[in-house]
């Protein structure tokens, strides 16, 4: 991997930690590919991570990941965050009223590529495909963005992909009639608590991963 | 520090005017550990006082300042008075005309990607003055704004302004930490508002 260090004002020079890759492998377009991401800021090795860090990855085997090293920095936030998450997307088994697994993963990919984390949407699209087994519709929202596949899909992705994409945007622009129409599809309060909050981590999920680094191809 | 902002048990329950029991209340206890998680983020990012021991994170006022423009940016929200409350009145007074000029909707910006470029959508991209701020937190609100508003234009550039104007390496993560998280605490909110309403 080649690297240059580059300065504020875009000259290459006096800023040592900032990382750039002129020689990488970007991808091009919104993909359901397994993505790699490298980081700008160089993370700490798995080897300099203290235990405080560690209790911050909650999963040790994060340590593999430079984008988990990285916010390992500020261990408490990534420790209160990675459990939010897991709370809010990895609760299958006790979906109960809520949203089923599949749609909030559909949430999430909506999120992406509303603020274009090419790398957040490959993950969740990826997810929701295979939850689902509906890649074609995934691959329509990838392909051709929010407004397109919420016109062509049945109702209820349609009323997750429009209520998504409203909870995205600045200003948030979710209203009644967003919770009127997933009502009429079937959700539940729970249901609709679900994709709140799944859309809505992933406002903060792509801005971390679009600030912080960015997205490589898989090894061909 | 307010009496509000970390005060136990749950700053989203204050602001949205939940009580134990009531649907909201409900919604929010049907997924308990994101609903901890996201009071324990705020504690995360607030408790810590400055000059704490080995601490390498931005400074109260700085995080307080970040947190109002960064709210103030989405437009009406409960938790901006919750922010701006702690702030020395002559910072907010300068974060709240700097929210004026620099509100705008999002996201918009240029692609990377070159497959892509059709879906760019051009904009003024604001950058905070230095003069009434000093140089690191003028540095923290353009940053703030390039993640509210444009996060597709994120760069290598903009973490090196970063580190230009005094940001340590620990010091950026939890200021994308702050921006971030909160992009999501004003959706939470105002999407649970909505649901309320929607019942009432």
Not at chain 1, 133 to 151: K, M, N, T, W
Request: overall charge negative.
């Amino acid at each position: 991997m080649s690297t240059a260090h580059v300065a504020g004002d875009g000259s290459l020079a006096t800023a040592p930690e900032v990382t750039t890759y002129p020689e990488l492998d970007r991808p091009e377009h919104f993909t359901r590919a397994n993505l790699g991401w490298v980081p700008w800021l160089e993370p700490p090795t798995a080897e300099e991570l203290t235990e405080e860090q560690y209790v911050g990855l909650v999963d040790r085997r994060r340590d593999s990941s430079p984008y988990f090293r990285l916010l390992a920095l500020d261990p408490a936030v990534l420790a209160a965050r990675t459990k939010a998450d897991i709370d809010i997307f990895h609760t299958s088994s006790r979906d109960g009223d809520g949203l089923p697994r599949p749609e909030r993963e559909l949430a999430a990919a909506v999120a992406s590529r509303v603020n274009g984390c090419v790398f957040c949407a490959s993950v969740h699209a990826r997810f929701s495909a295979q939850l689902s087994h509906r890649e074609a519709d995934i691959d329509l929202l990838l392909a051709e963005g929010v407004e397109s596949a919420a016109g062509a899909l049945d109702p209820r992705w349609s009323a997750i992909l429009n209520a998504a994409e409203a909870l995205t945007v600045t200003p948030p622009r979710f209203g009644t009639e967003h919770v009127a129409s997933l009502r009429s599809v079937g959700l539940s309060d729970e249901a609709i608590g679900d994709l709140v909050s799944s859309a809505g981590f992933f406002s903060w999920a792509n801005r971390l991963m679009l600030s912080l680094g960015e997205p490589e191809n898989p090894a061909s | 520090m307010s009496a509000t902002l970390l005060t136990p048990p749950d700053l989203l329950d204050d602001v949205l005017g939940v009580s134990e029991g009531d649907a909201i209340d409900a919604v929010r206890r049907s997924r308990p550990a994101a609903r901890e998680n996201t009071q324990a983020t705020l504690t995360a990012l607030f408790a810590l006082e400055d000059g704490a021991d080995g601490a390498d994170v931005p400074t109260l006022a700085e995080r307080l300042a970040v947190a109002t423009f960064v709210v103030g940016l989405h437009g009406e929200s409960p938790l901006l008075a919750v922010y701006a409350a702690d702030l020395d009145p002559e910072v907010r007074d300068v974060v709240t005309g700097l929210v004026a000029q620099a509100v705008r909707p999002g996201p918009f910006g240029v692609y990377r990607e070159p497959g892509l470029a059709e879906e760019s959508v051009e904009g003024p991209r604001w950058a905070a003055p230095t003069d009434a701020l000093g140089p690191r937190l003028a540095a923290a609100l353009t940053h703030a704004a390039l993640l509210v508003q444009r996060p597709r234009e994120s760069s290598p550039q903009a973490l090196a302004a970063l580190l230009a104007a005094g940001w340590s390496r620990t010091e950026i993560v939890t200021l994308s930490q702050l921006v971030a998280f909160l992009t999501y605490q004003v959706r939470v909110v105002a999407g649970l508002a909505v649901l309320k309403e929607s019942r009432s």
